[in-house]
Each structure stands twice: as C-alpha cells, then as structure tokens.
Nanobody
Framework: QVQLVESGGGLVQAGDSLRLSCAAS????????MGWFRQVPGKEREFVAA????????YYADSVKGRFTISRDNGKNTVYLQMNSLKPEDTAVYYC???????????????WGQGTQVTVSS
C-alpha cells in the first residue's frame, strides 16, 4: 500500500505562483512513477506532469510546458509541482498519483491522493 497526501493548493490571482507537494509513504519503492493530474467538475481527469523516482526526464502536458515544473526529493519521499504564471484555466483539483513508471495515462497509476484545490482568479 502507498499513501499520498497533497498540500499547497489555494486561491491565487492570474500570473501568481503556487507550489504543490505530495508526500508519499508506505511501499513507495515498489512503484517508480509519480504523476500530477487535475480535474474540473464534469470533465475527465487530465495529465499534468510526471517523473520517476529513479530520475530521467520529466513529462509535461503541452498546456503547462514552460510554466510548471515537477521535481522530487527522494530523501523526503516528496514530489513537488511548481506552478508559475498561473491562468484561470488552471483552476482544478490537483491529484498526485503513484504507479510503476511515469506516464501520461491515468490508468497506469495505482494509488491516488485526496486532491488539493487550486483556484486562479482573473
């Protein structure tokens, strides 16, 4: 079992920055991939960014490339999502997820956090 707890969401204005954190505990060593997804009511959960605990290049959705950065701290079992130049369309509940490897496919992830709300006002 893997437990994931997100934090760092909030209400900001367009152009502001936020950093989300995802603290992982449990059998994290058995699954290498960590991803961030987001969801708004009535829409599918969509991929944002992903990274492997073991390193390598991260992956980003086109909509966030150049604005968001995913990183990891293996010593703290924590993954971060630095979000800069936020836009109203970034408003969503953000979820972190753990799976065998970093991919953009939500069904590749086995464990999910409870989500944290990000609201960007115009």
């Amino acid at each position: 079992q893997v437990q994931l707890v997100e934090s760092g969401g909030g209400l900001v204005q367009a152009g502001d920055s936020l950093r989300l954190s995802c603290a992982a505990s449990g059998r994290t060593f058995s699954r290498n991939g960590m991803g961030w997804f987001r969801q708004v009511p009535g829409k599918e959960r969509e991929f944002v960014a992903a990274i492997n605990w073991s390193g390598g290049s991260p992956y980003y959705a086109d909509s966030v490339k150049g604005r968001f950065t995913i990183s990891r701290d293996n010593g703290k079992n924590t993954v971060y999502l630095q979000m800069n130049s936020l836009k109203p369309e970034d408003t969503a509940v953000y979820y972190c997820a753990n799976g065998r490897r970093a991919t953009s496919v939500r069904y590749d992830y086995d464990y999910w956090g409870q989500g944290t709300q990000v609201t960007v006002s115009s």
